[in-house]
């Protein structure tokens, strides 16, 4: 028996639980797993990688990465992104819609894909744009491959049209157009008018500070925001998917309608997870997101919801904002912005949190790899390492540690990653491999050029 490589001694975590033993892998796919113990004669590897006390987890399928190339190559463009998610164990991304111009048609949607596949140091999957001015684009992308949509409600961006329903005639009109496809629609769920009554109300008192943000956009804006959405949902049947959810109300509000029959799933982030509002109080734009971070309180009730399976997905939202925004958010916080960067953070904070007993190493691999796989129609080709499947893996050091250093990250503006610089974390990436081949070391880039991304289509249903 011959293979081109033999990760052996290896721990393989599964959402199912830890099996030890050999993974051989044939033509870039896991070809077979072998029980632990002895390699069995006759069989010969190109290259064996000892795994010897270390835990293999599939590569990170993220469903939320925002990289600005086309147009907005200030904030991250697709070489330092897509190193970024190298060497963070990200191996399949789907970057979201919102460059310039924008993906809300086949031709956009076919042009950005070309470019990425030149360019990209991981796989990808494409997301397309729907709302207002693309509703009739929106099952032409499908045909073109997409796995899903980013959308935004209630005039939260007015500035992107073909992404924006700015009310619930939208709403409706692009749902029933999503549910005639596969794909599923992901919405930012900010509730825009509140919001900017409320940041109104706190500019009067002279409130600008970095304290202001959380109560410019209180939890209750997010469900107002997914209210709609859900009704508009389970009558239409379009399959919806709620990003980056920060509150447990409007968290468990949505698993309700869910439990009557709709589809939805739910994704929340690293960072409402690791952090909480007081670390935007002391670092105000360095600790900015949207939506913001929450009380300890609500940072533990996620944790829950993480834990009992209510929510399905942790993607990263990858937004590294760019000097200038962060600078303008010191002296007004609401000018500031532009979210976080952590494509290399993700998987060793998260491994940290297992570490610490917050949750465990086969729920992450169920929300990290297999669910969002799932969801986007790429299992069983990613999010996995059964036999079959493309061997994305990485390998982890659970008993060593690493020290982030936001300059060495391959993030544009490393300024942004202020909040990860110098933490300390119980965890180390040994290795990152996309289809059988190395392409990551201890946070650090092996190869010169990408190895030829693959643009990872759906399945059908
Ligand atoms: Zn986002």
Redesign the pocket.
């Known amino acids: 028996m011959e293979c081109e490589l033999m990760v052996k001694n290896a721990e393989i975590v599964s959402s199912q639980g830890r099996q030890k033993g050999h993974l051989l892998v044939r033509q870039g796919k896991v070809f077979a797993r072998l029980a632990p113990g002895p390699v069995p004669e006759g069989l010969q590897a190109q290259e064996v990688i000892d795994a010897q006390g270390m835990m293999v987890f599939p590569g990170m399928v993220d469903l939320?990465v925002?990289i600005g190339e086309p147009g907005k190559e200030e904030k991250e463009d697709l070489s330092t992104g897509t190193r970024a998610a190298a060497a963070g164990g990200v191996t399949t991304i789907a970057i979201?819609p919102n460059s310039v111009p924008p993906v809300h048609s086949a031709t956009s949607l076919r042009d950005r894909a070309g470019l990425i596949h030149r360019k990209s140091f991981v796989d990808f999957c494409m997301l397309g744009g729907a709302g207002g001015e693309s509703v009739d684009d929106i099952v032409a992308q499908a045909e073109a491959g997409a796995v899903g949509y980013k959308s935004y409600v209630g005039a939260y961006r007015p500035d992107r049209p073909g992404l924006l329903c700015k009310d619930t005639a939208d709403m409706l009109k692009t749902l029933e157009e999503v549910a005639k496809t596969d794909c599923f629609v992901g919405f930012h769920c900010e509730d825009g008018p509140t919001m900017r009554l409320l940041q109104e109300r706190l500019v009067a008192q002279g409130r600008t500070d970095f304290a202001a943000y959380h109560p410019s956009r209180p939890e209750f804006t997010e469900s107002l925001a997914t209210l709609p959405l859900l009704e508009v949902a389970r009558v239409t049947g379009a399959r919806l998917y709620l990003?980056?959810m920060s509150s447990p109300w409007a968290i468990t509000l949505a698993s309700w309608w869910r439990e009557q029959g709709t589809d939805v799933t739910i994704e929340t982030c690293p960072h409402y997870l690791l952090f909480n509002e007081k670390d935007t109080e002391r670092l105000g734009p360095y600790a900015q997101v949207a939506p913001p971070l929450r009380s300890i309180a609500t940072q533990q009730a996620l944790w829950d919801l993480v834990n009992d399976g209510t929510l399905d997905v942790i993607a990263t939202?990858h937004?590294p904002g760019t000097p200038a925004e962060k600078k303008r958010g010191q002296t007004n916080i609401f000018a500031g912005g532009g979210g976080l960067p952590a494509l290399e953070t993700v998987w060793l904070t998260l491994l940290d949190a297992v570490k610490r007993h917050k949750t465990t190493a086969e729920n992450l691999a169920w929300l990290m790899a297999e669910h969002p796989a799932r969801i986007a129609r790429i299992y069983p080709q990613k999010g996995h390492l059964e036999v079959g499947a493309d061997a994305d893996m990485i390998l982890v050091n659970p008993d060593a540690t690493t020290r982030f250093d936001a300059e060495k990250m391959y993030t544009k503006n490393k300024d942004a990653a202020k909040i990860f610089h110098g933490m300390e974390v119980g965890a180390k990436l040994e290795m990152v491999l996309q289809r059988g081949q190395v392409i990551a070391k201890d946070l650090e880039v092996t190869r010169e050029q990408p190895l030829g991304a693959q643009w990872v289509k759906p399945h059908p249903r």
């Open positions: 939320h925002h979201m990003v980056h939202d937004a």
